[in-house]
T-cell receptor
Framework: NAGVTQTPKFRVLKTGQSMTLLCAQDMNHEYMYWYRQDPGMGLRLIHYSVGEGTTAKGEVPDGYNVSRLKKQNFLLGLESAAPSQTSVYFC????????????????FGPGTRLTVL | RKEVEQDPGPFNVPEGATVAFNCTYSNSASQSFFWYRQDCRKEPKLLMS???SGNEDGRFTAQLNRASQYISLLIRDSKLSDSATYLC????????FGTGTSLTVIP
């Protein structure tokens, strides 16, 4: 199993450009998540999905859109990139939802390093 | 106030030392707790879950103190390979991540 994969690994954009980050998992997980990680901020949830065809906003959703057309894929889109979106983006998946008391973990992809000039 | 707070460190310790990290959480209703490890420029990976009674995995011991709302991670006999950032994670219907504590084990 490849686990969780992300493409691309690195990308440099100019302000105003658009792009899509792809996340794929082969563990048949229902739940998928997009996080961004910035120095001193920790991981922050952007959007998440509880199943194919469903998405929901996380802590910092502005400027991003997502789609989950297939169970194994979760796409993160930036319609008009801004320098504030320079970050490392991690995708994660889990078999069960993060209910209180659950000890199920999240599995992370290797990350995408995005720089917006 | 952040949901999860950690001392960012850095902690620089010699090989063989014992080191402990603490993490506090704000929501007393939190029920699941984890420690993740993140190597430089890599993704976070689960190190261990934290159970109410405390749990041990080799050189690593995790403790939970619900009354004071903190969890701890103790690493005994530190190895060079333990150098990483350790993230405290609390499940409150979503996963909330601390900013991480940096550990460097020195030869």
């Amino acid at each position: 199993n490849a686990g969780v994969t992300q493409t691309p690994k690195f990308r440099v954009l100019k302000t105003g450009q658009s792009m899509t980050l792809l996340c794929a998992q082969d563990m048949n997980h229902e739940y998928m998540y997009w996080y961004r990680q910035d120095p001193g901020m920790g991981l922050r949830l952007i959007h998440y999905s509880v199943g194919e065809g469903t998405t929901a906003k996380g802590e910092v959703p502005d400027g991003y859109n997502v789609s989950r057309l297939k169970k194994q894929n979760f796409l993160l889109g930036l319609e008009s990139a801004a320098p504030s979106q320079t970050s490392v983006y991690f995708c994660a998946s889990s078999y069960t939802p993060p209910r209180g008391g659950s000890t199920d973990t999240q599995y992370f992809g290797p990350g995408t390093r995005l720089t917006v000039l | 106030r952040k949901e999860v707070e950690q001392d960012p460190g850095p902690f620089n310790v010699p090989e063989g030392a014992t080191v402990a990290f603490n993490c506090t959480y704000s929501n007393s209703a939190s029920q699941s707790f984890f420690w993740y490890r993140q190597d430089c420029r890599k993704e976070p990976k689960l190190l261990m879950s934290v159970y109410s009674s405390g749990n041990e995995d080799g050189r690593f011991t995790a403790q939970l103190n619900r009354a004071s709302q903190y969890i701890s991670l103790l690493i005994r006999d530190s190895k060079l390979s333990d150098s990483a950032t350790y993230l405290c994670v609390v499940n409150m219907e979503k996963f909330y991540f601390g900013t991480g504590t940096s550990l460097t084990v020195i030869p």
